[in-house]
Nanobody, 120 residues
Framework: VQLQASGGGLVQAGGSLRLSCAVSGHTFMWYSMGWFRQAPGKGREFVASISRGTGRTNYADSIQGRFTISRDKRLKMVRLQMDSLKPEDTAVYFC??????????????WGQGTLVTVSS
């Protein structure tokens, strides 16, 4: 499966961005999907995931209530709606396929990352 992330950019604190991850290759519905982020000098951090069957979602405590993960089966896309952004949300955001787990090692495929910068 191939993943292409997009939608990053520069936004002021309190603003919103929507990230998209286009999925191609194998059947979209075979995969659970997740979003991770990596800030400068830090490890890759779990953000959110959505399961392949029921679409059950899971979120990191740090973004709970501000971010929403969703999927568009027709367009073969997974999205991350980010609201009430904070400067500490600044990071490169990655989409990943193959799990709903909270560690990067549980995922099989990764997109290239998209940079989100939140100014104070």
């Amino acid at each position: 499966v191939q993943l292409q992330a997009s939608g990053g950019g520069l936004v002021q604190a309190g603003g919103s961005l929507r990230l998209s991850c286009a999925v191609s290759g194998h059947t979209f519905m075979w995969y659970s999907m997740g979003w991770f982020r990596q800030a400068p000098g830090k490890g890759r951090e779990f953000v959110a995931s959505i399961s392949r069957g029921t679409g059950r979602t899971n979120y990191a405590d740090s973004i709970q209530g501000r971010f929403t993960i969703s999927r568009d089966k027709r367009l073969k896309m997974v999205r991350l709606q980010m609201d009430s952004l904070k400067p500490e949300d600044t990071a490169v955001y990655f989409c990943a396929a193959g799990s709903t787990g909270m560690t990067p090692e549980e995922y099989q495929s990764w997109g290239q990352g998209t940079l989100v910068t939140v100014s104070s």
